[in-house]
């Protein structure tokens, strides 16, 4: 709770920011990034949330990964989140903010998952069909993930909607096996 608390805001403040500098797409790219870099780099995390390592250093791997490739304004503000020693908050930061940001331009984060990759065309209809139950644009997100055999899974606002293979096995083979028969002796 604590945790959501701050990456909350700081999120607010960083978009307060945005506001003001009239950034608000170019800081949302760039929290895309640190989003993506803090969650798919473990050691990177474990170095932000070790005490041990000096905030200069923390604030010089900021400026390796992040400094040629975000706005001054999200470079300014990494190393005021560095500085204040929320570093491990990054992340938390980054999704806060793209929440904030999505809100404020009335987009819905939709995530369709399938078994293999899909063409521009059933992307385009998946985003349709949310936009139509939600009133929202929709920010689709794709991931393959092969292991669901076929069809597809589509979230969003805490709705799933499941037509995958495997759940379909899956509750197949609970209901095989519930033993219906009775002995009569």
């Known amino acids: ?29 760039d929290m895309r990034l640190v989003s993506r870099v803090c969650g798919e780099n473990r ?12 905030e200069v250093k923390k604030r010089a791997i900021v400026a390796d990964l992040f400094g040629e490739k975000v706005c001054r304004e999200s470079l300014a503000f990494l190393n005021f989140v560095v500085k204040k020693n929320r570093s491990v908050n990054l992340r938390g930061i980054a999704d806060a903010y793209l929440e904030m940001y999505r809100e404020s331009k009335n ?22 069909l949310v936009s139509t139950h939600t009133g929202k ?10 292991s669901i055999i076929g069809g597809l899974m589509v979230e969003f606002n805490n709705t799933m909607y499941d037509s995958r293979i495997s759940a379909k096995i899956a509750k197949l083979r609970r209901e095989f096996n519930k033993n219906y028969y009775e002995s009569k002796l």
Not at 12 to 26: I, P, Q, S, V
Not at 107 to 128: C, G, M, N
Not at 137 to 146: I, R
């Open 1 to 29: 709770m604590e945790s959501y608390r701050i990456n909350a805001n700081y999120a607010k403040a960083l978009f307060m920011l945005a506001g003001e500098t009239g950034h608000y797409d170019e800081v949302a790219e």
């Open 137 to 146: 644009t929709v920010e689709l997100e794709t991931k393959v993930d092969q």
């Open 43 to 54: 050691v990177l995390n474990t170095v932000f949330n070790n005490p041990t390592i000096l």
């Open 107 to 128: 987009v819905i984060l939709s995530k369709l998952t399938t078994a293999f990759e899909v063409d521009e065309s059933v992307k385009q209809e998946v985003s349709k």
